[in-house]
Each structure stands twice: as structure tokens, then as C-alpha cells.
T-cell receptor, first 119, second 116 residues
Framework: GAVVSQHPSWVICKSGTSVKIECRSL??????MFWYRQFPKQSLMLMAT?????????EQGVEKDKFLINHASLTLSTLTVTSAHPEDSSFYIC???????????????FGQGTRLTVV | AQSVAQPEDQVNVAEGNPLTVKCTYS??????LFWYVQYPNRGLQFLLK??????LVKGSYGFEAEFNKSQTSFHLKKPSALVSDSALYFC??????????????FGTGTRLTVIP
């Protein structure tokens, strides 16, 4: 299956600093990547859809100036949490959709997730 | 609106017994249904999907799921549970949202515990 690598797997940062999380598709091209946030014992919340070469599409309620997304190439998307605060502590997961045939019937491939703790 | 419901937060089953993790969905149009599994502090792994064809879909690690259109359900099953199956399971449906984008909508997850 396709491989999506997310880095780092965990990070601890001080309040007020910024943290960058990378999501790479290792063996396929992904024009579209997705960023999710998962709270303890809760489902995944889609934060934004990242499209290569264009601006990300943010879901309602997600601050685009706080969660900066860059999708500079077909294999890399980054999420930067700016001026992080303790309430930003969460598990962030990216996924990528491989270009193949129709969109609807294609499974998504997920990164390993990043555990962010802001102290 | 598109939605997925997993009515059970927790399912406990003895090792060797059959397991079922329930999922119901609500979409307009044809559903594209998926099951994913998540191990602690890990991303999601794809298990299986239903697009069209046979209602019984077989996937990874011996899992299967049955699509039931009349009941709008897509329950995950396995004939004989293993302790290593203990994890968090997500049902998901792909559908078009109000912006026209087709996104995955996830259920709230069911934690499966297989008891030795």
C-alpha cells in the first residue's frame, strides 16, 4: 500500500512558539492532502484540505492564520501551528489521496500522527 | 447531510469469539464506505471498503463487513477475535459536502477490547 510519513511523531513546545509538522507521500503523488485533529476519545475532525500549488481550504471554525498549511509539492504538505497555546495540544494526523481513477472510491492513506504538547 | 454513527463506544469480546462493530450511515446518493483501524498514538490504517458489487466485503487481517442498503448499515465483523485486534475502529463514508468537495466523514470510533 501507499506510504504516508508524518514528522515529527511527537513534539513538546513552549507556549507562544510555532511548530511545523510535515506530511510526505513517499511512493506516490498526492495532489490533495488532508489535516485532521483528534481529541482524546473523539473522532477525527477535518481541519483543512491542502491542494498542491494553491491555498488550503479550511473547515468552519478553524483559524487559518493559526494553522498555516503549505502544499509546495506533490509529495509534501506542512502544517504550522503558530503561537501555540496549551489548548492546541492534540494529536494531528495527515492523510493523502493517491491520484488514481475516480476520487470517490479511493481509500485515504494516513500518516502516523503527531502528538503536540504545548507547555 | 452526510453522517456516520457508531452506536457503541466500547466493545468487549473474548478471544476466539466472533466480533461485530456496528456502523450506520446517512448520505445522499450512493455511499462509499470504509473501515479504518487506529492503534495507540498511530495514524489510521485502511481495513476495507465498499464501493459496489457484493454486499460482503473482505479486508485485511481477516476482517469483513456487510453492506446493508435497507438498514443503511456497514457492520465490521471477524469470525474469531485476536487479542491483537484490540484497537480503535472508525467507520467512514465518502460523500460530497456542501462545498462540492468529497471528503471522508468519520464516525466517533469504537474501542474494541479482546479479552484473553
Amino acid at each position: 500500500g501507499a506510504v504516508v510519513s508524518q514528522h515529527p511523531s511527537w513534539v513538546i513546545c513552549k507556549s507562544g512558539t510555532s511548530v511545523k509538522i510535515e506530511c510526505r507521500s513517499l511512493d506516490f503523488q498526492a495532489t490533495t492532502m488532508f489535516w485532521y485533529r483528534q481529541f482524546p476519545k473523539q473522532s477525527l475532525m477535518l481541519m483543512a484540505t491542502s491542494n498542491e500549488g494553491s491555498k488550503a481550504t479550511y473547515e468552519q471554525g478553524v483559524e487559518k492564520d493559526k494553522f498555516l498549511i503549505n502544499h509546495a509539492s506533490l509529495t509534501l504538505s506542512t502544517l504550522t501551528v503558530t503561537s501555540a497555546h496549551p489548548e492546541d495540544s492534540s494529536f494531528y494526523i495527515c492523510s493523502a489521496r493517491r491520484i488514481q481513477g475516480g476520487w470517490m472510491n479511493t481509500e485515504a492513506f494516513f500518516g502516523q500522527g503527531t502528538r503536540l504538547t504545548v507547555v | 447531510a452526510q453522517s456516520v454513527a457508531q452506536p457503541e463506544d466500547q466493545v468487549n469480546v473474548a478471544e476466539g469469539n466472533p466480533l461485530t462493530v456496528k456502523c450506520t450511515y446517512s448520505v445522499s446518493g450512493n455511499p462509499y464506505l470504509f473501515w479504518y483501524v487506529q492503534y495507540p498514538n498511530r495514524g489510521l490504517q485502511f481495513l476495507l471498503k465498499y464501493i459496489t458489487g457484493d454486499n460482503l466485503v473482505k479486508g485485511s487481517y481477516g476482517f469483513e463487513a456487510e453492506f446493508n442498503k435497507s438498514q443503511t448499515s456497514f457492520h465490521l465483523k471477524k469470525p474469531s477475535a485476536l487479542v491483537s485486534d484490540s484497537a480503535l475502529y472508525f467507520c467512514a463514508v465518502r460523500a460530497y459536502d456542501q462545498t462540492g468537495a468529497n471528503n471522508l466523514f468519520f464516525g466517533t470510533g469504537t474501542r474494541l477490547t479482546v479479552i484473553p
